[in-house]
């Protein structure tokens, strides 16, 4: 039962941020019920939605004095339940945080609060021949507070790296309204222990970044984009493995499966991907001109030998959109087919991902459960969506126990159960499969040194 917040706090804080950016109505309230994993929701006391850093540390003053929880929020798109409420706890939202305080084109610096969108950032760098390279499938909505919290990757983060290879300074307000700063200026060496690797993925349990500080580069010269079509998943996967193994560099390397053409050719989003096919490839390659042609045969045969019935390849930019739109528009075909849908996100080494994807097939079969896979196939970091309705609460137990099954699976061929999505509420059942007692100690003290009284983001990640 969640709980209203007293008068005098609600006050308190409106006087901080204005009265329209404290929300305690019931009904405006269910917006903020759940993130992108639906499965939990849990109506907050309130929302409070600050300007400025000025404005963050007041209000965490106030709310750390009264002992409430702390939900830090972005845009919500978040797979792990990292922004799901408490009942007893107040969501500090930073949807007002949207403005890119500068870009330093000479540095390839650019400042930004938290609450700007992912692809704004790199349409604001554009003019200077720049880009942000971390690329989440969802870049048109989530912010860059939730990027930085969840160390988020994307398709291309195969070739660049994820969120933490790019921020190099933050602005954070602790739990009790503290101001500190990290890093800053670009520079790479940490003065000590690099405090801004360590908050980078720390899932709102250390601080709220109100000002990130991250490295943009320049923008390719040339690019190059396939589509492989094959019969199978597994030999999609096959052409995957033999790809990397033979030194090529792909930007990145994309998989949908057979479940996930039909749904998108069926939506509004239809890309061309024929719909008798079992899996699809999207292979990129981006860098100088000279040798991308090379790399883009190289790939194609690749692809042929493990036995693609036929590979496309973009032959203009409106070419590259549309042979990207089946991976991109994915997620939002899948509400066809259920009402709801459980992103699952583990990573397994890439030689394995052939019979991991076999068994999971399997282990949908067990416990009645469609399931569509589209994934980052290049580094091993697989998406199966399990779809289902969660007003069947039969339906909502196979899915938790075949997600369990799932992760179990993937920690025993080498993998881990996360691979850019974070911990959150929906994996920290599973953290012991992958850390011993003395590793759970240490995240628990780490996070006691950034928050000694667990106000922020409880439940979260570790217990
Ligand atoms: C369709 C779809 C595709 C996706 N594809 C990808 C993908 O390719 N790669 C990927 O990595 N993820 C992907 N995601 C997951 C999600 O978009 C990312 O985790 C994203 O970084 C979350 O950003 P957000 O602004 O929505 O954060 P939220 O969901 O609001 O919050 C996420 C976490 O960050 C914390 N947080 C938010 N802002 C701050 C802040 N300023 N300071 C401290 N903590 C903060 C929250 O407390 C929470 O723990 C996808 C999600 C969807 C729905």
Same mark, same amino acid.
């Given at each position: 039962?969640?709980?209203?917040?007293?008068?005098?706090?609600?006050?308190?804080? /409106?006087?901080?941020?204005?009265?329209?950016?404290?929300?305690?109505?019931?009904? /405006?309230?269910?917006?903020?019920?759940?993130?992108?994993?639906?499965?939990? %929701?849990?109506?907050?006391?309130?929302?409070?939605?600050?300007?400025?850093?000025?404005?963050?540390s007041?209000?965490l003053e106030v709310l750390h004095g009264?002992? +409430?929880?702390v939900?830090?929020?972005?845009?919500?798109? #978040?797979?792990?339940?990292?922004?799901?409420?408490?009942?007893? !706890?107040?969501?500090?939202?930073?949807?007002?945080?949207?403005?890119?305080?500068?870009?330093?084109?000479?540095?390839?610096?650019?400042?930004?609060?938290?609450?700007?969108?992912?692809?704004?950032? $790199?349409?604001?760098?554009?003019?200077?021949?720049?880009?942000?390279?971390?690329?989440?499938?969802?870049?048109?909505?989530?912010?860059?507070?939730?990027?930085?919290?969840?160390?988020?990757?994307?398709? &291309?983060?195969?070739?660049?790296?994820?969120?933490? %290879?790019?921020?190099?300074?933050?602005?954070?307000v602790m739990a009790d309204g503290e101001v500190?700063? =990290?890093?800053?200026?670009?520079?790479?060496?940490?003065?000590?222990?690099?405090?801004?690797?360590?908050?980078? #993925?720390?899932?709102?349990?250390?601080g709220?970044?109100?000002?990130?500080?991250? /490295?943009?580069?320049?923008?390719?010269?040339?690019?190059?984009?396939?589509?492989?079509? =094959?019969?199978?998943?597994?030999?999609?996967?096959?052409?995957? $493995?033999?790809?990397?193994?033979?030194?090529?560099?792909?930007?990145?390397?994309?998989?949908?499966? &057979?479940?996930? +053409?039909?749904?998108?050719?069926?939506?509004? =989003?239809?890309? !061309?991907?024929?719909?008798?096919?079992?899996?699809?490839?999207?292979?990129?390659?981006?860098?100088?001109?000279? !040798?991308?042609?090379?790399?883009?045969?190289?790939?194609?045969?690749?692809?042929?030998?493990?036995?693609?019935?036929?590979?496309?390849?973009?032959?203009?930019?409106?070419?590259?959109?549309?042979?990207?739109?089946?991976?991109?528009?994915?997620?939002?075909?899948?509400?066809?087919?259920?009402?709801?849908?459980?992103?699952?996100?583990? $990573?397994?080494?890439?030689?394995?991902?052939?019979?991991?994807?076999?068994? +999971?097939?399997?282990?949908?079969? *067990?416990?009645?459960?469609?399931?569509?896979?589209?994934?980052?196939? !290049?580094?091993?970091?697989?998406?199966?969506?399990?779809?289902?309705?969660?007003?069947?609460?039969?339906?909502?137990?196979?899915? *938790?126990?075949?997600?369990?099954?799932?992760? $179990?699976?993937?920690?025993?061929?080498?993998?881990?159960?996360?691979?850019?999505?974070?911990?959150?509420?929906?994996?920290?059942?599973?953290?012991?499969?992958?850390?011993?007692?003395?590793?759970?100690?240490?995240?628990? /003290?780490?996070?006691?040194? =950034?928050d000694p009284g667990?106000n922020l983001?409880?439940?979260?990640?570790?217990?």
């Amino acid at each position: 039962m969640t709980q209203t917040l007293v008068p005098t706090v609600a006050d308190r804080l /409106r006087a901080i941020v204005g009265s329209d950016h404290v929300i305690t109505q019931p009904d /405006r309230l269910v917006a903020y019920e759940s993130d992108g994993l639906t499965a939990y %929701r849990v109506a907050p006391r309130a929302v409070v939605l600050p300007e400025t850093t000025e404005q963050v540390s007041k209000v965490l003053e106030v709310l750390h004095g009264e002992g +409430i929880d702390v939900i830090p929020r972005g845009a919500g798109t #978040g797979l792990s339940g990292g922004a799901l409420p408490s009942s007893d !706890g107040v969501i500090v939202g930073t949807a007002r945080m949207n403005r890119i305080l500068s870009i330093d084109d000479q540095n390839r610096l650019a400042t930004v609060q938290p609450g700007v969108i992912n692809a704004r950032l $790199t349409k604001a760098t554009e003019p200077y021949g720049l880009y942000y390279a971390p690329d989440p499938a969802s870049q048109s909505a989530c912010t860059l507070g939730g990027n930085v919290a969840e160390n988020s990757g994307g398709p &291309h983060c195969l070739k660049y790296g994820v969120t933490s %290879r790019y921020v190099t300074g933050l602005t954070v307000v602790m739990a009790d309204g503290e101001v500190v700063r =990290f890093g800053g200026a670009g520079l790479e060496a940490a003065a000590g222990l690099d405090l801004v690797g360590l908050f980078v #993925g720390s899932e709102g349990c250390f601080g709220i970044a109100t000002e990130i500080e991250v /490295r943009l580069l320049p923008k390719a010269e040339g690019v190059r984009t396939l589509l492989g079509l =094959f019969d199978t998943m597994a030999a999609a996967g096959h052409a995957v $493995t033999d790809i990397i193994s033979s030194g090529l560099m792909p930007a990145a390397v994309e998989i949908v499966d &057979h479940a996930t +053409i039909v749904a998108v050719e069926a939506s509004v =989003f239809a890309a !061309g991907y024929p719909t008798d096919a079992g899996a699809a490839l999207v292979i990129e390659f981006d860098g100088t001109e000279a !040798g991308l042609d090379d790399d883009a045969n190289r790939a194609e045969q690749c692809c042929l030998a493990a036995g693609a019935i036929e590979v496309r390849r973009a032959a203009s930019e409106e070419e590259r959109i549309g042979l990207w739109k089946g991976r991109k528009k994915a997620f939002g075909a899948m509400g066809r087919i259920a009402p709801d849908l459980l992103v699952q996100d583990a $990573t397994v080494p890439r030689t394995r991902l052939p019979e991991v994807l076999a068994r +999971i097939t399997e282990i949908g079969e *067990e416990y009645g459960l469609n399931i569509a896979n589209v994934f980052h196939a !290049g580094d091993g970091n697989l998406h199966p969506n399990i779809l289902f309705d969660r007003q069947n609460q039969d339906e909502l137990e196979r899915v *938790e126990r075949a997600s369990r099954e799932i992760m $179990t699976l993937c920690v025993s061929v080498g993998g881990t159960i996360t691979g850019e999505h974070g911990v959150g509420i929906d994996k920290r059942g599973y953290m012991p499969l992958v850390h011993n007692e003395v590793e759970l100690e240490m995240l628990r /003290r780490a996070r006691w040194v =950034f928050d000694p009284g667990g106000n922020l983001n409880p439940g979260k990640v570790v217990q």
